[in-house]
């Protein structure tokens, strides 16, 4: 079982609207990024996370997105290995944000 926290679309929009907003880094590719996007992610695909990995400080908190969950589930799983333990999964992604938080957000 893995050991990444899991957040809802709520409780992400709760946190990017507080006093210390997490980093979002978004794992999708360019062509979804431009169908719907997160304003204030920071886009680094999957593939590129092992590149990319030094961007990020490992002491802020993480969110990691993507269309509905699983690549980014496997985004933090490989910052926790790496030592960003301060990292959660966005449960459904986009999907999610779309349907629940923002409905006038494209989809695919």
Not at 10 to 21: A, D, H, K, V
Request: charged share 20%.
């Amino acid at each position: 079982m893995s050991q990444v926290r899991q957040i809802s679309v709520q409780e992400l929009s709760r946190l990017l609207s507080g006093p210390n907003p997490p980093c979002v880094v978004d794992v999708r590719e360019n062509w979804e990024l431009a169908i719907a996007s997160l304003p204030g992610a920071i886009h680094i695909p999957l593939n590129q996370i092992p590149l990319r990995l030094k961007e990020l400080d490992a002491s802020r908190e993480i969110i990691t997105l993507c269309k509905a969950g699983g690549r980014s589930q496997m985004a933090a799983e490989f910052f926790l290995a790496h030592g960003y333990d301060r990292i959660a999964n966005l449960t459904g992604g986009i999907d999610a944000w779309a349907r629940e938080v923002d409905p006038s957000m494209n989809t695919y």
